[in-house]
C-alpha cells in the first residue's frame, strides 16, 4: 500500500512540476491561472459524481459561494489568509447541511438533481436581488447584481502589503491544484474512499454491511464543496471582482459537461476535461463566425453520444489496446455509474 | 373587494401558465421517463415561430395556436430520431444530452434572429373589474391551460390511443408483443410534448420579451412542478402547479415578486423532502 | 526517449502557440483605443449601436489624419453582457494590449468592474452613459447625463401633467436603486408623495401583480429606471393591461437603447422622458451626423442615445490628446481639465474640470409615433448632484462613489 501510493504521489509530482513550467510558454500565464482554477472546479464535481455517484446539479453553488465569502471577509478583515480558509469552510459546512438533509432523506438521483439545482437557483436569486444598502455584511455592500468589486486580493500571509498576482499567483495556484490533487488521491486510497466507491456501486451491499451510507456521502459532498469553494475564492482573485452569474444554471452546466467530456470516474478526466473546454471557450470567444453557445451544446450531445467514456478513458483504453500496458483500472465503472438512473424513474 | 378578485386572477394566472409551461415536459417525463432539458427551448422556438409567423402576415391565434405547435413539434420529432432514441432508459444520459441540446437551440436561434429582445403585442385588450384593470391576456392563458388539462385527460382516459400509450409505457414489451411499435408510440409522444412545449411558449411570448435564452427562466419551474407533481401525469402536474402558483403570488403580493420566485423554490425543496416521490405518489396513488 | 519526446512537443506547441497569437509585434506606431462593449447578450441594444459610433468617429479620426500624426487603432471586446468578463477584457487591455485609453462600459455595474483596475494601471477611462451621478475619480471622465440633469428636469414636468402621487419601479442594481433615490428626493422637493418603489433584478419579465399594486396604490404617476430586453414587458403589460390611458408613464432609461422603436405606437405615445439625444433633433450637426452615420452603415436608424454619447466621447479623448500633444495621461488630463468642450451631434459637451462630468443640453421629450418628440430644451445644464460631492481640483486622490442620503 505505501509503496504504490509514494511511487504514484512521485510520478505526479514530477509531471505537475514539468507541465507547470512547460505551460506557460504557451499560454500566458494569466489564461493558464484560469484554466488551473476550472480544472480544480471540474476536480471538485469529478470527485463526488465520478467516484461518490452523487450527481450535483449546483457544484456552480458551493463555487459561487467560496467566491463571495472570500470577497466579503476579504474586505472585513484587509488581508487574505482568514479569507481563503473561510471560503473552503463554508461551503464545506454549508454542504454538510445541506447533504445532510438530502441524503438522510434518502432522495433519488433525480430529485437530487432537482434539489441542488433549486438550491443553486435561490442562492442565484437572493445574491442577485441585493444590490439595496440595507444588505451588509460587516463592510461589505452585497451589491445584488453588480457583484462585489475592489477587495483585497490575494497576499502573502501576514503582510497584506505584499500581493500575490500576475505570473506569482499562476504558480500558487498551480501548486494548490497539485496539493488537492494529492490530497485526494490520498483520500481514495483510503478506507473512505473505497467504501465510497462501493457505495457508488452498489447502495444496498454496503448498507447491509452496516455501513453508514448517508453520513459517507454527505462527508463526501462536503468535501467536493470545499474544493469547489477554494476555487471560487481563486477565481475571485483572479478576476479582481465577484457576481451573481458564478451561481447561474449555465456554470452548473459547463462544469457537468467539463467531466463527461474528461471522463468520469478518473481524477485528471475532469481536469483536464475543464482546463481544455475553457481553453476552446476562449478561442471560440475571439471568433465570431459560429457561436460559442451552438459549439459547447454539440460537443456535449455528440459526447454523450458516442464517447459517453469521456477522453481520458478513451485514450488510456486506446493506449492499452496498443500497447498492452495496464491503465488506469477504474475508468470502465464510469459508463456503469451513470445509468444508475436506469431503474428508479 | 376588487383588489380579490384581481389576487385571485392573478393566482390562477400563475396556476395557469405554470400547468402550461409544464406540460410538454410532463408528458414527456411521465410518459417516458426522459426528462428533456431542452425544454425551455422548445418554447423558446414556440416563441420565435409566433412572432416569425405573425411578422409574416398570419393571424396571432393561428400562429400561436396552430402554426408554433406543429412546427416545435417536427423539431422535437428530429430530435427524438437523432438523439433520445438512442438513450432510452439511460436517465441521467438523457438529461446531459438533452441539456446539450439546450445549449445548441439558444445557439443557433441567436444566429439567426441575433441575441436582441423582440416580442409581440397582446391580441386581448385590458379588462375592468370595479377599479381595477386587468391584462386581458390573463384570462386567455387560464382558458388554454383549461383546455389543455381536459384534452389530456379525455385523450389519455377515454381514447384507445391514450390506452395504446398508457399500455406501452408500462410494459413495452407486451405492447408490443400485441403488435403496437413501443418506438412508434415514443416518436409520437415525443412528438406531442414537444409540441405542448411550443404552444405554451407561444402562448407566453406575448407578455414577455424574447430573446434566445429565455427558455431557462422556464426550465427549472417546469423541471420543479413536473418531479413536485410525482408519478401521476394529470393530478400530479395540477397539484404541484397550484400549490407553487398560489405561493409564489402570495409572497410576490406581499413582498416582492422576487420573493414570490424564492418562496416557490424553497417550497419546492421542502416538499420534495417530506415527499421524496411527489405529491401523488402519496396522495393521488394509481390515478392519471 | 520520455524525455525527448516531451521536450519535442513542448517546444512544437509552443511555436504553434506563438503561431496563433494575433500579431502583436506588427502593432507598430498607432495610438490603442480600447473599447469594452456589450455587442451580444441582453444589453446589445444598448452596446451594438455605441460600437458602430466608436467605430465611426475613429474612421472619422483616421480618415482627418489621425491623431499626433498617428493612426488610430481600435482593439475592442465583446463582453457578451457577462459583467465577470469586464474585469477580464479589463485586464487583458490595461496589462496585454496596453491600450492608451478605454472607452466603454453600459451598465454601472460594469462601470464598477472595471474602474479600479483604470485607476491602479493608470489607463484613461471614458464611461459614455447616462447613470446614477456621483462617481468621483480623477482618472474617469463621464458624459452621461445625471440624475441633476435629467431627473430634476423630468419629475416636475411630468406630476405637472399628472398628479402628486408616484410611484417608482427600478431596475434592482446600483443604477436603479440610487436613481430610485434621486427620484424621490425631486418628488418630495416638488411637493409630492411617493406612494411605492419597487426594485426588479434584470430577468423579471411578469409584471402582472406590480400592475395590480400600482393601482391599489391610488397613483397618479409611474416612473420606471428600468434597464434591459425583460423590462421592456413591463410596458407591453402596461399597455395590455388598459393601463396607458389611465395613469401617465415617465422614464428615465425607456428610448436610450431606442426601445420606441420596438414598443408600438400605441404601446409608446404619450411616455415621458429628458435625455441629451434625439434622433427628432432638427440641428445641422445632427442631421450631419446621421448623414455620416447612414454613409458608414446604410442607414441611421440604429442611433440612441447612448450611441451619441460614446461618440461624443471618443470625440472629447481625441481634442484633448490634440491640444496636449502628447499621449501622456496628465498631459491628456490637464487638457480636459481644461475647460474642452466640442460640438456633438446633441449639441455643446463641456468637460466640468470639478467632477470629470459633463455640461451639456437636455431635452424634455414625449414618444409619438415611435420618435421622441421634443417639447423644451434645457440647455447647458451643470451636474449639480456630483458637483455638490465632489471637486478633484481640492481632493485629486477622491475615489468614491457618492451616494445620496433621504
Not at chain 1, 482573485?237 to 463527461?260: D, H, K, M, R, Y
Not at chain 2, 397539484?239 to 424564492?262: C, D, M, R, Y
Not at chain 3, 409611474?222 to 390611458?245: E, N, T, Y
Request: net charge neutral.
Amino acid at each position: 500500500m505505501q509503496g504504490p501510493w509514494a511511487k504514484e504521489g512521485a510520478v505526479t509530482l514530477a509531471v505537475a512540476v514539468v507541465l507547470i513550467w512547460l505551460a506557460p510558454l504557451m499560454i500566458s500565464t494569466y489564461t493558464l491561472t484560469i484554466l488551473i482554477i476550472y480544472g480544480m472546479l471540474g476536480f471538485s464535481l469529478g470527485l463526488i459524481w465520478g467516484f461518490g455517484g452523487i450527481l450535483c446539479f449546483g457544484q456552480a453553488a458551493f463555487f459561487g459561494l467560496g467566491a463571495y465569502v472570500y470577497a466579503i471577509a476579504a474586505i472585513n478583515f484587509g488581508e487574505s489568509t482568514w479569507p481563503m480558509i473561510l471560503a473552503v469552510l463554508v461551503p464545506a459546512g454549508f454542504a454538510l447541511l445541506l447533504g445532510a438533509m438530502m441524503f438522510y432523506g434518502r432522495l433519488g438521483d433525480v430529485y437530487l438533481g432537482v434539489i441542488t439545482l433549486v438550491v443553486t437557483l435561490i442562492l442565484f436569486k437572493f445574491i442577485n436581488s441585493t444590490a439595496g444598502p440595507q444588505y451588509v455584511i460587516g463592510k461589505a455592500r452585497l451589491g445584488g447584481f453588480n457583484g462585489i468589486p475592489g477587495f483585497q486580493t490575494l497576499n502573502v500571509p501576514g503582510n497584506p502589503e505584499a500581493y500575490i498576482w500576475g505570473d506569482a499567483y499562476y504558480y500558487v495556484c498551480a501548486a494548490l491544484l497539485v496539493i488537492v490533487y494529492l490530497l485526494v488521491t490520498a483520500l481514495l486510497r483510503s478506507s473512505f474512499g473505497r467504501i465510497a466507491l462501493g457505495i457508488r456501486e452498489n447502495e444496498v451491499r454496503m448498507s447491509l454491511m452496516g455501513y453508514d451510507i448517508a453520513a459517507r456521502k454527505t462527508v463526501l459532498f462536503a468535501i467536493g464543496a470545499a474544493i469547489a469553494g477554494l476555487a471560487g475564492a481563486l477565481f475571485a482573485n483572479w478576476g479582481e471582482i465577484v457576481t451573481p452569474g458564478l451561481f447561474s444554471l449555465g456554470q452548473s452546466a459547463e462544469i457537468i459537461i467539463w467531466c463527461i467530456v474528461g471522463g468520469l470516474g478518473t481524477r485528471v478526466g475532469p481536469i483536464l476535461g475543464a482546463a481544455g473546454l475553457a481553453y476552446l471557450k476562449f478561442m471560440l470567444g475571439q471568433q465570431s463566425l459560429i457561436d460559442n453557445t451552438l459549439i459547447m451544446g454539440l460537443i456535449l450531445v455528440l459526447f454523450v453520444l458516442f464517447l459517453p467514456k469521456g477522453v481520458v478513458p478513451a485514450v488510456a483504453s486506446l493506449w492499452k489496446t496498443s500497447f498492452g500496458r495496464r491503465p488506469f483500472s477504474r475508468v470502465h465503472q464510469a459508463r456503469r455509474m451513470r445509468n444508475r438512473g436506469r431503474g428508479n424513474g | 373587494m376588487d383588489l380579490s378578485v384581481v389576487i385571485l386572477v392573478e393566482m390562477l394566472y400563475a396556476v395557469a401558465s405554470l400547468v402550461l409551461i409544464s406540460s410538454g415536459l410532463a408528458v414527456v417525463f411521465g410518459m417516458m421517463k426522459v426528462i428533456n432539458l431542452a425544454h425551455g427551448e422548445f418554447m423558446m422556438m414556440g416563441g420565435y415561430v409566433t412572432i416569425t409567423a405573425v411578422g409574416l402576415g398570419v393571424n396571432i391565434f393561428v400562429a400561436m395556436l396552430i402554426i408554433a405547435p406543429l412546427v416545435v413539434g417536427l423539431i422535437g420529432l428530429v430530435v427524438e430520431r437523432l438523439v433520445i432514441r438512442h438513450l432510452y432508459g439511460r436517465l441521467v444520459d438523457t438529461m446531459l444530452a438533452t441539456w446539450g441540446l439546450s445549449l445548441l437551440f439558444i445557439g443557433l436561434a441567436t444566429m439567426i434572429f441575433g441575441n436582441t429582445t423582440t416580442g409581440i403585442s397582446t391580441p386581448i385588450p385590458g379588462f375592468t373589474v370595479g377599479n381595477y384593470q386587468i391584462n386581458g391576456y390573463n384570462f386567455f392563458i387560464i382558458v388554454v391551460a383549461v383546455v389543455l388539462v381536459i384534452a389530456m385527460l379525455v385523450v389519455l382516459k377515454s381514447t384507445r390511443l391514450g390506452l395504446i400509450a398508457r399500455g406501452t409505457m408500462q410494459r413495452p414489451d407486451m405492447a408490443a408483443a400485441l403488435g403496437y411499435s413501443p418506438d412508434r408510440i415514443y416518436m409520437a409522444t415525443f412528438f406531442c410534448g414537444s409540441a405542448l412545449s411550443g404552444l405554451a411558449g407561444a402562448v407566453l411570448a406575448p407578455l414577455v420579451g424574447l430573446v434566445p435564452t429565455s427558455g431557462g427562466a422556464y426550465i427549472a419551474k417546469a423541471f420543479i412542478t413536473v418531479i413536485a407533481g410525482g408519478p401521476s401525469l394529470v393530478a400530479g402536474l395540477i397539484s404541484s402547479a397550484s400549490l407553487f402558483g398560489v405561493v409564489n403570488q402570495v409572497f410576490t403580493f406581499a413582498i416582492s415578486p422576487v420573493f414570490g420566485e424564492v418562496a416557490l423554490l424553497v417550497s419546492a425543496v421542502i416538499l420534495l423532502r417530506l415527499l421524496p416521490q411527489g405529491v401523488t405518489a402519496k396522495f393521488f396513488k394509481g390515478k392519471m | 526517449m520520455t524525455v525527448n519526446r516531451r521536450a519535442f512537443l513542448g517546444t512544437t506547441a509552443a511555436l504553434t502557440g506563438a503561431a496563433m497569437l494575433p500579431g502583436f509585434a506588427l502593432a507598430g506606431e498607432t495610438i490603442k483605443l480600447g473599447s469594452v462593449l456589450d455587442t451580444s447578450g441582453i444589453f446589445d441594444a444598448y452596446g451594438k449601436p455605441m460600437d458602430m459610433a466608436m467605430r465611426l468617429a475613429v474612421s472619422q479620426i483616421n480618415a482627418a489624419g489621425g491623431l499626433l500624426g498617428k493612426q488610430v487603432e481600435v482593439i475592442a471586446y465583446d463582453t457578451q453582457s457577462d459583467m465577470a468578463l469586464y474585469s477580464q477584457y479589463a485586464q487583458q487591455l490595461t496589462r496585454q494590449d496596453k491600450v492608451d485609453v478605454v472607452q466603454g462600459g453600459i451598465l454601472s455595474a460594469s462601470r464598477e468592474a472595471i474602474r479600479q483596475t483604470m485607476r491602479k494601471t493608470k489607463t484613461l477611462y471614458f464611461y459614455n452613459v447616462l447613470y446614477e451621478g456621483g462617481v468621483c475619480d480623477r482618472n474617469i471622465f463621464i458624459n452621461g447625463v445625471t440624475p441633476a440633469q435629467q431627473v430634476a428636469a423630468l419629475v416636475p414636468y411630468a406630476m405637472g401633467k399628472s398628479g402628486k402621487k408616484v410611484y417608482i419601479l427600478a431596475a434592482d442594481y446600483n443604477y436603479g436603486q440610487i436613481t430610485a433615490r434621486w427620484i424621490q428626493k425631486f418628488v418630495t422637493d416638488n411637493g409630492g408623495e411617493t406612494v411605492g418603489v419597487d426594485f426588479f433584478p434584470l430577468d423579471v419579465s411578469d409584471f402582472g401583480s406590480t400592475i395590480a399594486k400600482i393601482q391599489t396604490a391610488g397613483t397618479d404617476l409611474v416612473i420606471a429606471p428600468l434597464v434591459g430586453g425583460a423590462h421592456l414587458s413591463f410596458f407591453r403589460q402596461w399597455a395590455a393591461a388598459g393601463m396607458k390611458d389611465r395613469i401617465p408613464l415617465a422614464s428615465t432609461t425607456l428610448g436610450v437603447g431606442n426601445e420606441h422603436k420596438v414598443l408600438t405606437a400605441a404601446e409608446g405615445n404619450g411616455i415621458m422622458v429628458a435625455y441629451n439625444y434625439s434622433q427628432e433633433l432638427d440641428t445641422p450637426a445632427n442631421a450631419a451626423f446621421k448623414a455620416a452615420w447612414a454613409a458608414a452603415y446604410g442607414d441611421s436608424k440604429a442611433i440612441h442615445e447612448l450611441a451619441v454619447s460614446n461618440y461624443q466621447g471618443v470625440m472629447t479623448w481625441a481634442k484633448a490628446v490634440a491640444q496636449a500633444g502628447s499621449l501622456d495621461r496628465e498631459a491628456i488630463i490637464t487638457a480636459l481639465e481644461s475647460g474642452l468642450s466640442i460640438d456633438g451631434p446633441a449639441g455643446k459637451v463641456t468637460v466640468d474640470p470639478k467632477t470629470h462630468h459633463a455640461v451639456l443640453d437636455v431635452h424634455l421629450m414625449e414618444f409619438e409615433n415611435q420618435g421622441m418628440k421634443v417639447i423644451e430644451t434645457l440647455p447647458q445644464r451643470q451636474p449639480i448632484d456630483t458637483q455638490s460631492v465632489c471637486d478633484l481640483a481640492a481632493n485629486p486622490g477622491d475615489n468614491t462613489q457618492y451616494e445620496i442620503d433621504i
